[in-house]
């Protein structure tokens, strides 16, 4: 698994693209469509862009994110998962939407422990962090 995150309009899906060989079509844009909808269609992907939207789809429809990306994961091993960064910045006053960026955080520290680290991408450039063996 590859795990890609950054800034929104980053160049995160541009640097997946370029550096992965993959097309932009074999890319499931989770942001287009209803959770369900796009769970219908995930097992037909080795490629997710937008987790984030997912992640806050998927609450508002009562599904458990979390859940779902363990069983995407499982049926896809060499996927590569794309995730705006949506840590950083102001605390929402919102409850659900301080819910919803603290689930997303727990998913990708998920993801990148799996994966062993991940990739940030900034203004088009990348770096890559790996997980430190004392925190696995």
């Known amino acids: 698994m590859r795990l890609i995150t950054g800034g929104r309009y980053g160049g995160k899906l541009d640097y997946a693209i370029k550096t992965y ?3 932009e079509e074999e890319v499931l844009d989770m942001a287009a ?3 369900p909808d796009i769970r219908k ?3 037909g992907y080795d490629n ?4 984030e939207s997912f992640v806050r789809n998927a609450l508002e429809y009562g599904l458990d ?3 779902i990306i363990e069983e995407y ?16 910045g102001i605390i929402p006053e919102a409850a659900e ?6 689930i997303t955080g727990r998913i990708m520290c ?19 962090l790996r997980i430190c063996s004392g925190l696995t």
């Not at 997710?48 to 987790?51: F, G, K, N, S, V």
């Not at 996927?79 to 949506?86: F, L, P, Q, V």
């Open 21 to 23: 060989g993959i097309r």
């Open 33 to 35: 469509l209803p959770a």
């Open 41 to 43: 269609k995930m097992d």
């Open 48 to 51: 997710l862009y937008h987790l």
């Open 65 to 67: 994110p979390a859940r």
């Open 73 to 88: 994961i499982m049926l896809h091993p060499d996927c590569i998962i794309i995730c705006d960064e949506i840590g950083s």
């Open 97 to 102: 939407d301080d819910e919803w960026r603290e």
């Open 110 to 128: 998920t993801l990148a422990k799996r994966a062993g680290g991940l990739t940030r991408v900034t203004f088009g450039m990348a770096e890559e």
